[in-house]
């Protein structure tokens, strides 16, 4: 194959994953590592569990790691009614932008009201309450906000979670 028809070929690849929209992402064969761990420390349990983790770096090179498992059992007897409010914070589409945008640097509500489409200075301090509130953000002194380390990965796995299908 010419060179001209390898890259004709690629380019016709990636117009068929534009076209398809977004896809999650295909996983080789063999390649489930952290599902094959979590399996193999949970051999005993006969209900199994869940593990999310993640290694995350964000503008301004702040890098995160973070790792969570919990035994199937014990999360459904949990009260889910607890996580409601958590749950709840994220349910609004303001909020989302404002955790996207400050994960991205934008720290204080001065810089968050400078955005288009956010509302008042009063809106956006009620929704960064709610937010602060729920533990999805944290008061970082002097008006600024941050994602509490330990909320990093759990709320890009929320969205991925999220995402269809």
Known sequence: MTDLE??????????DAMERGPQAPTVPEGTFW???GLKEQLA????GGV????A?????????EWQYATITDELLASD?????E?????????????????????????????????????????????LTAAGWLRS???????????????LLVALTAARPA
């Open 34 to 36: 952290a599902l094959e």
């Open 140 to 154: 970082a002194g002097r008006g600024r906000y941050e994602v509490p380390a330990g909320r990093v990965v759990p």
């Open 86 to 130: 958590t749950f709840a914070a994220l349910g609004h589409g303001l909020r989302l932008r404002l955790l996207r945008e400050v994960l991205g640097g934008r720290s204080s509500a001065t810089e968050l009201a400078e955005l288009d489409d956010v509302g008042t200075s009063g809106q956006i301090y009620h929704h960064l309450r709610q």
């Open 51 to 54: 593990l999310f983790t993640g």
């Open 6 to 15: 390898r890259r004709v070929a690629g380019l016709e690849r990636r117009l």
């Open 44 to 47: 005993e349990v006969a209900s």
């Open 56 to 64: 995350v770096r964000l503008p301004g090179d702040k890098e995160y």
């Open 80 to 84: 889910w009614t607890d996580m409601a």
